[in-house]
């Protein structure tokens, strides 16, 4: 069975630009979970979905948006880049809610100039 | 303050050796507690999950205890490998889903 996997591997944006990060998680999971994890700040929740549904959030601005598909393939939108934002993003799924074992893709490095 | 203390920071061992890394935490009330090992450039991988009722529980070389009375929880690891070598991650889960990470424990196993 393949792992979860996030698009792209890494990316490099300027301050103000949008962007959008891929997750597609292990077949038959319908849990997935964001995170961002910074040399500073270590691992910071984001948020979880299921069933297409945002089911726990954490404390981010409302810069940081994200969306489930039918397919329980996600996607995480950062608008209006800050340099700050510079991170990997981990995408984690598991069966059905975020209280079983996560599975964590490789993550995406985006750099902010 | 962070919710979750993590010790230590970094740690050297020869291989072969055990070692325990140590977690306390403030979260309340609580619903879950995990660790995770994360190798450089790779996402992290669960461990052990442990909810308020666990004392203990196991995973191949990887032992980790809980005491919910005291809020801490320690992670063991025997007869250490090379691949131990990563950064180990304690979250806490509270009832109402919210998560709090320690900073992590960077083991180093040195043959």
């Known amino acids: 069975k393949a792992g979860v996997t996030q698009t792209p591997r890494y990316l490099i944006k300027t301050r103000g630009q949008q962007v959008t990060l891929s997750c597609s998680p292990i077949?038959?999971?319908?849990?997935v979970s964001w995170y961002q994890q910074t040399p500073g700040q270590g691992l910071q929740f984001l948020f979880e979905?299921?069933?297409?549904?945002?089911?726990n959030k954490g404390n981010f601005p409302g810069r940081f948006s994200g969306r489930q598909f039918s397919n329980s393939r996600s996607e995480m939108n950062v608008s209006t880049l800050e340099l700050g934002d510079s991170a990997l993003y981990l995408c984690?799924?598991?069966?059905?809610?975020?209280?079983?074992?996560?599975?964590f893709g490789p993550g995406t490095r985006l750099l902010v100039l | 303050k962070n919710q979750v203390e993590q010790s230590p920071q970094s740690l050297i061992i020869l291989e072969g050796k055990n070692c325990t890394l140590q977690?306390?935490?403030?979260?309340?009330?609580?619903?879950?507690l995990r660790w995770y090992k994360q190798d450089t450039g790779r996402g992290p991988v669960s461990l052990t999950i442990?909810?308020?009722?666990?004392n203990t529980k196991s995973n191949g070389r990887y032992t980790a205890t809980l005491d919910a009375d005291t809020k801490q929880s320690s992670l063991h690891i025997t007869a250490s490998q090379l691949s131990d070598s990563a950064s180990y991650i304690c979250?806490?889960?509270?009832?109402?889903?919210?998560?709090?990470f320690g900073a992590g424990t960077t083991v180093t196993v040195r043959a």
């Open positions: 442990m909810t308020f009722s666990e």
């Open positions: 979250v806490v889960r509270s009832n109402d889903y919210k998560l709090s």
């Open positions: 077949s038959g999971h319908r849990s």
């Open positions: 977690c306390n935490y403030t979260v309340s009330p609580f619903s879950n």
């Open positions: 984690a799924s598991s069966l059905n809610t975020a209280e079983e074992t996560q599975y």
């Open positions: 979905y299921f069933s297409e549904t945002q089911r």
